[in-house]
């Protein structure tokens, strides 16, 4: 079983940044595919980031594309999404999973974080 904590979320104005963190527990991660979702109020879960298990592969939303950057230290046990340039409709709770291939469907990931709450004011 694979455990996730993330961290980093927090109020930012726009045009800022953050940068959330992932830290997970078990074997499996230095396998595993990571990802970012994210939910904002009334809406669904949304694919935001994925990256592969070595870091060689990434995926975006195109919500994000050249703003957001994924990234993982597995020697650290954690991924990160670096978040620029951020706006009002980034508002969400942002959650990490991890699974075994990237995928954009949420029902793809088997683990999944509490995750953190990230508020972008106008």
């Known amino acids: 079983q694979v455990h996730l904590v993330e961290s980093g979320g927090g109020l930012v104005q726009a045009g800022g940044s953050l940068r959330l963190s992932c830290e997970a527990s078990?074997?499996?991660?230095?396998?595993?595919?990571m990802a970012w979702f994210r939910q904002a109020p009334g809406k669904g879960r949304e694919f935001v980031a994925a990256?592969?298990?070595?870091?060689?592969?990434?995926f975006y939303a195109d919500s994000v594309k050249g703003r957001f950057g994924i990234s993982r230290d597995n020697a650290e046990n954690t991924v990160y999404l670096q978040m620029n340039s951020l706006k009002p409709e980034d508002t969400a709770v942002y959650y990490c999973?991890?699974?075994?291939?990237?995928?954009?469907?949420?029902?793809?990931?088997?683990?999944w974080g509490q995750g953190t709450q990230v508020t972008v004011s106008s």
């Open positions: 999973a991890a699974g075994r291939n990237p995928d954009t469907e949420w029902n793809k990931y088997a683990y």
């Open positions: 990256i592969s298990w070595s870091g060689a592969r990434t």
């Open positions: 078990g074997s499996a991660f230095s396998s595993d595919t």
